[in-house]
Every structure is written in C-alpha cells, then in structure tokens.
C-alpha cells in the first residue's frame, strides 16, 4: 500500500510541473491523440485541455502544410528516435497560426514499452516574424545590401544590389 502511495503522489508532482511550467507540453499515446495539454499550451492555442484530449493532433491543430513532416517526428519517436529543435506551427482556436520549436521525446511504461510521445515546446512566433521583418527592410532598403557567410559565400542580397550590378539573388546566393 505505501509504495503505491508514494508513487501517485510522486506521479501527482509531475502532473503538476508539467502543469504549470512555462512552457507549451503536450502529450500523445501511440494512436497520435493527445493526452497531455498543459496551461502554457492553452494559453497559446486557446484550447483548453478539455477541448483537445483525445482528439488526433496532427489531424486537427497541424497545418497542412506540416502535417507529414509532424507525423514524421512523432513516428520517429514512437521508433524510440527523439528529435529537438523541430519547428512547426500549431493551429489555435482563433484559426491563426503560432510557430513552436519542438523537442520530441519517447515516453516509456514500466516495463520500457513506448506508450507515446511529449513535446516540450518554446513559443517562437514572434522571432519568426522579427527575422521576416528584417529580410524585408533589407529588401526594400534604397541602398545595395548584401552579406557574406563565414565560408565566404552570399547569404544576403537585396533588390538594391541587383538594380546596381545586374546580378540576381539567384545568381549569387550561395557562390564565393
């Protein structure tokens, strides 16, 4: 009887913390339902947990445009094959999208047999459309604008630099 106390109260602290970190987490069981939705998630989606359990995730809060490659994560992972630094975006209840970085994880029983996957995501939307701003204010810029990597290949060439040497981003993208 005491190790089975302890242990849902062990099992009752990690409800919690998953609860209440600050952090999206979401869980599926190997059919691909969800079956943990945290507050950081709620709050993010707009969907309560109520309104996402048991239901598929990839099927109904993917994009189209992401529903292979997430299937393709959470597939790996139920294969025992983790994957971090996965971005995608979610769909939340106002129909917009929001853009997570995902680090997908294997969730074992007792006995070792994967009963599903937990993705502990970071909310990156608002990085993501910062980068998209700066890509088109170097764009626009009246001025030639162009960048070179460490290898000392082109990694940025605005409409600027075209006007001025004839040479398109797709000519010069990526060469010394």
């Given at each position: 009887?005491q190790?089975?106390?302890?242990?849902?109260?062990?099992?009752?602290?990690?409800a919690?913390?998953i609860?209440?970190?600050n952090?999206?987490i979401?869980?599926i069981?190997s059919?691909g339902?969800?079956?943990?939705?945290?507050?950081?998630?709620?709050?993010?989606?707009?969907?309560?947990?109520?309104?996402?359990?048991?239901?598929?995730?990839v099927?109904?809060?993917?994009?189209d445009?992401?529903?292979?490659?997430?299937?393709?994560?959470f597939r790996?992972?139920?294969?025992?094959?983790e994957?971090?630094?996965?971005?995608?975006p979610?769909?939340?209840?106002?129909?917009?999208?929001?853009?997570?970085?995902?680090?997908?994880t294997?969730?074992?029983?007792?006995?070792?047999?994967?009963?599903?996957?937990v993705?502990?995501?970071?909310?990156?939307?608002a990085r993501i459309?910062?980068?998209?701003?700066?890509?088109?204010l170097?764009d626009?810029?009246?001025?030639?604008?162009?960048?070179?990597?460490?290898?000392g290949?082109v990694?940025v060439?605005?409409k600027?630099?075209?006007?001025l040497?004839?040479?398109?981003?797709?000519?010069?993208?990526g060469?010394?």
């Open positions: 009887g190790d089975i106390t302890a242990r849902m109260a062990q099992e009752q602290e990690y919690r913390l609860d209440t970190a952090a999206p979401f869980g069981d059919n339902l969800v079956n943990v939705w945290n507050r950081n998630a709620s709050n993010l989606t707009g969907f309560s947990s109520e309104d996402v359990m048991g239901r598929h995730l099927n109904e809060f993917i994009t445009d992401y529903k292979e490659r997430v299937q393709a994560v790996n992972a139920l294969n025992g094959v994957t971090a630094n996965f971005e995608f979610l769909v939340t209840k106002m129909g917009t999208r929001v853009e997570v970085l995902l680090n997908a294997t969730r074992r029983d007792e006995q070792k047999h994967v009963v599903g996957v993705g502990i995501g970071q909310d990156i939307t459309n910062q980068e998209q701003e700066y890509a088109r170097i626009a810029a009246n001025a030639p604008i162009f960048g070179i990597g460490v290898h290949r990694n060439w605005n600027s630099a075209t006007n040497t004839g040479f398109t981003s797709e000519d010069v993208m060469r010394h």
